[in-house]
């Protein structure tokens, strides 16, 4: 299929396939689309900010309530942390936030298999008698 591009200010044919042919056809016409979204929202606010502002619905905050309890949680958990041995809080969030296993996580202590369960087992403990 021949294709007509414009390259500073000049007319261009070049042959492709039906396939690219396809794609520029739907670029195009996405980009007309978004040519009259954007005329008709003058403000030049995307649509779904537009619709939002319309119908008085803000997009979600947070509220102080909520801050302050996501805060005193993650207190909680540091707090947990704190009371754990290095060894355990490392081994914890190598397989916690990591997602390495025991073999991987006893690999880079220089420990056993059971050594590195029995650390992630006693913090969990600890972190069950909290919740």
């Known amino acids: 299929m021949e294709v007509t591009i414009k390259i500073n200010g000049q007319a261009l044919s070049v042959e492709v396939s039906v396939e ?3 794609y520029l056809d739907s ?3 996405k980009n007309e689309n978004l040519s009259h979204e954007k005329r008709r ?3 030049c606010r995307e649509f779904d900010e537009y619709i939002a502002a319309t119908e008085g619905r803000l997009p979600y ?10 805060m005193e949680t ?8 704190e009371s754990c041995t290095e060894a355990q809080r490392r081994r914890f969030l190598l397989y ?3 997602g390495l296993t025991f073999e991987q996580i006893a690999r880079l202590s220089g420990c056993s298999k059971a050594a590195v369960q029995d650390s ?3 913090v969990r403990k600890k972190f069950k008698k909290l919740f």
Request: hydrophobic letters at 35%; aromatic letters at 10%.
């Open 27 to 29: 670029a195009k016409h």
């Open 20 to 22: 690219v042919y396809e």
């Open 61 to 70: 905050r947070e509220t102080p309530e909520e801050q302050v309890c996501r």
């Open 41 to 43: 929202h003058w403000d």
């Open 120 to 122: 992630i087992e006693a």
């Open 96 to 98: 916690a936030l990591d």
């Open 74 to 81: 993650r207190d909680e958990l540091f707090s947990v942390l």
